[in-house]
């Protein structure tokens, strides 16, 4: 199974809105990434984990907050997002080392009203 | 600070021909991977590419790196519809105290057309 499960799909919030989005792996992997994509632009790293730890935070703002309960799961949190927040957030899986490959996520299609 | 640079951008390709993609970065890295991306669609790997020398290939594509020159090149041979795509290339930064650091190119949007 290289899958990794992304929910929702689409998501539409306004800016006093709060919602998470989830990303779900059982590769075993123990590093969890969220990248933000906007259209015909490459993926931007926002946040890495690494064994359940925060390892790296790339600047971004405080609306944004991940969470990583367990080696499976992975959560960014959303609060007060502004509309140029509006992309598709992909989350990937990799083993730590290794070669590292990247497993992606369908993603979320986030709008923000 | 790690950039990656891709070219071309864009790639107009006519099917039959052979055409290749060049990505660039600027420090030492220790791993480099090519993913493609169709419209509207998640990233799949293609391919990961970890030492001076290293080839790979899988059917059309043809990836190789140069650690020395820091480039990376994905080769496509005899190009046919199923290749119209994005392809990125991205790029590990060496960290001994973190892991997961990846800077993307910018794509290269590749069109094959009869």
């Given at each position: 199974d290289t899958e990794v499960t992304q929910t929702p799909k689409h998501l539409v919030m306004g800016m006093t809105n709060k919602k998470s989005l989830k990303c779900e792996q059982h590769m075993g992997h123990r590093?969890?990434?969220?990248?933000?994509?906007?259209?015909?632009?490459?993926?931007?790293?926002?946040f890495v984990y690494s064994y359940e730890k925060l390892s790296i935070n790339e600047s971004v703002p405080s609306r944004f907050s991940p969470e990583c309960p367990n080696?499976?799961?992975?959560?960014?949190?959303?609060?007060a997002l502004q509309p140029e927040d509006s992309a598709l957030y992909l989350c990937a899986?990799?083993?730590?080392?290794?070669?590292?490959?990247?497993?992606?996520g369908a993603g979320t299609r986030l709008s923000v009203l | 600070e790690l950039k990656v640079e891709q070219?071309?951008?864009?790639?107009?390709?006519?099917?039959?021909?052979?055409?290749?993609i060049y990505c660039?970065?600027?420090?030492?890295?220790?791993?480099l991977y090519w993913y493609r991306q169709d419209p509207g669609k998640s990233l799949e790997s293609l391919f990961v590419l970890l030492s001076n020398g290293a080839v790979k290939q899988e059917g059309r594509l043809m990836a190789s790196l140069d650690t020395k020159a820091r480039l990376s090149t994905l080769h496509i041979t005899a190009a046919v519809h199923d290749l119209s795509a994005?392809?990125?290339?991205?790029?590990?930064?060496r960290a001994t105290d973190s892991w997961g650091k990846f800077q993307f190119g910018a794509g290269t949007q590749v069109v094959v057309t009869p």
């Open positions: 590093a969890m990434y969220w990248y933000k994509q906007k259209a015909k632009k490459p993926p931007e790293l926002m080696s499976s799961l992975l959560n960014l949190h959303l609060h899986s990799s083993h730590v080392d290794r070669e590292g490959i990247q497993y992606f | 070219n071309p951008l864009f790639l107009s390709m006519q099917e039959g021909k052979n055409y290749t660039n970065y600027s420090t030492t890295s220790d791993r994005t392809y990125f290339c991205a790029v590990r930064l």
